[in-house]
């Protein structure tokens, strides 16, 4: 009980943007998912032992065994994977029918998955919250507050048309945190409209946070249509939430953005990927997206490929198929008929 109160008293803490100064120490991803983990799978005592309080706790304490089982054996098979030969034997044991059926079984959520729909309904079982865990809300504030290393590619390519940039559409943009960091670095104009588009209950924190921020160049919007013809689109560690690819997403609007950033973004080597993202007291089903397929659709809608960087914050690893191991990328793309300025 100890521990649920202390989760709550901890999102309170997390999710009131303003309040985010009274935490003393920046506790980093992992360290707060370690620290909690126990807490979420934690079977709940109740006051009576009913019958019905004794299969619910029976039901949280198999959920908890499944959930350590499937994290042990993923990190175990991660592992492995890093060298040839555990590469080899782990590929020998995932297309050995019973032997795979088996380890899939193990690895619970995760598990590779058909559909994003599928894992999301699937990770539910083991996991009540997701991108609503207050935890996004209180780490992208501090984001906000920071330069992280792979934001420097984003403010190279931006810095030359930083000062003429009017619109912005940030997919998945959370409390709008990139806007903070890159307007510290590049100063952006006055005159800038910077909409986030994120899931519903992410607006209210995003526009509570401009407002202590005295920040009116920050909208929000649930629009996907609003991306039409903007000077920048943006997403970051954000587009493998979407089963789309981010080609067919922009074909659809009137018109395409100049600009588009893809940054912090896992992609698979070979063919699109549906597995979980694992943050300990939340999870979220991804699907990492053909990395070739991403790029070549992008160019036949008509964008040139500007840059690409290896973004080395964060892993892909998905732990059935090491071969699918890699950094996380970050791209810019130009729309060829247009120049912002002079060259660009
Ligand atoms: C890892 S955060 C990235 C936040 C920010 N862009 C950054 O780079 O720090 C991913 C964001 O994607 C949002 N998201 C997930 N699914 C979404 C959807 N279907 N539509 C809009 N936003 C979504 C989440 O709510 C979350 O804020």
């Given at each position: 009980m100890?521990g649920?109160?202390?989760?709550?008293s901890?999102?309170?803490?997390?999710?009131?943007c303003?309040?985010?100064?009274?935490?003393q120490?920046?506790?980093?991803?992992?360290?707060?998912?370690?620290?909690?983990?126990?807490?979420?799978?934690?079977?709940?005592?109740?006051?009576?032992m009913?019958?019905?309080?004794i299969?619910?706790?029976?039901?949280?304490?198999?959920?908890?065994?499944?959930?350590?089982?499937?994290?042990?054996?993923?990190r175990t098979?991660?592992m492995?994977?890093?060298?040839?030969?555990g590469?080899?034997?782990?590929?020998?044991?995932?297309?050995?029918?019973?032997i795979?059926?088996?380890?899939?079984?193990l690895?619970a959520?995760?598990?590779?998955?058909?559909?994003?729909?599928a894992a999301e309904?699937?990770?539910?079982?083991?996991?009540?919250?997701?991108?609503?865990?207050?935890?996004h809300s209180?780490?992208?504030?501090?984001?906000?507050?920071?330069t992280?290393e792979?934001?420097?590619?984003?403010?190279?390519?931006?810095?030359?048309?930083?000062?003429?940039?009017?619109?912005?559409f940030?997919?998945?943009?959370?409390?709008?945190?990139?806007f903070?960091?890159?307007?510290?670095?590049l100063?952006?104009?006055?005159h800038?409209?910077?909409?986030?588009?994120?899931l519903?209950?992410?607006?209210q924190?995003?526009?509570d946070?401009?407002?202590?921020?005295g920040?009116?160049?920050?909208?929000?919007?649930d629009?996907?249509?609003?991306?039409?013809g903007?000077?920048?689109?943006?997403?970051?560690?954000?587009?493998?939430y979407?089963?789309?690819?981010l080609?067919?997403?922009?074909?659809g609007?009137?018109?395409?953005?100049?600009?588009v950033?893809?940054?912090?973004?896992p992609?698979?080597?070979?063919?699109?990927?549906?597995?979980?993202?694992?943050?300990?007291?939340?999870?979220?089903?991804c699907?990492l997206?053909?990395?070739?397929?991403?790029?070549?659709?992008?160019i036949?809608?008509?964008?040139e490929?500007v840059?690409?960087?290896?973004?080395?914050?964060r892993r892909t690893q998905?732990p059935l198929?090491?071969?699918?191991?890699?950094?996380?990328?970050?791209f810019?793309?130009?729309?060829?008929s247009?120049?912002m300025?002079?060259?660009?």
């Open positions: 100890f649920i109160f202390r989760v709550q901890d999102a309170v803490r997390f999710d009131v303003g309040r985010t100064s009274k935490v120490s920046t506790p980093d991803e992992k360290s707060v998912s370690r620290r909690l983990l126990p807490v979420l799978v934690q079977p709940r005592l109740g006051p009576a009913t019958l019905d309080g299969l619910a706790k029976l039901k949280n304490s198999l959920r908890f065994l499944r959930v350590a089982v499937a994290r042990n054996l993923a098979l991660n492995l994977g890093r060298g040839a030969f590469s080899r034997a782990i590929r020998a044991a995932r297309d050995a029918p019973i795979g059926s088996f380890v899939r079984t690895l959520f995760y598990q590779p998955f058909s559909t994003l729909d309904i699937y990770i539910r079982r083991y996991f009540s919250s997701g991108h609503d865990h207050p935890y209180y780490i992208h504030t501090r984001f906000g507050e920071m992280r792979s934001d420097y590619p984003v403010l190279y390519h931006l810095a030359p048309i930083a000062s003429q940039l009017r619109s912005v940030d997919l998945g943009g959370s409390v709008g945190n990139l903070y960091a890159y307007d510290r670095e100063h952006l104009s006055p800038l409209r910077w909409a986030i588009n994120d519903p209950h992410k607006k924190l995003a526009l946070y401009a407002r202590l921020k920040e009116n160049r920050i909208g929000f919007t629009q996907f249509s609003d991306a039409s903007v000077d920048l689109f943006i997403v970051t560690g954000a587009l493998h979407f089963k789309d690819k080609a067919a997403m922009l074909g609007l009137d018109r395409l953005p100049k600009i950033v893809v940054n912090r973004s992609f698979s080597k070979k063919g699109d990927i549906v597995t979980v993202h694992d943050g300990g007291q939340y999870a979220v089903a699907m997206h053909d990395i070739d397929t991403f790029v070549q659709g992008m036949n809608l008509g964008y490929l840059a690409r960087w290896p973004v080395h914050e998905v198929f090491p071969e699918l191991s890699d950094t996380y990328w970050g810019c793309f130009r729309l060829n247009v120049c300025i002079e060259g660009t």
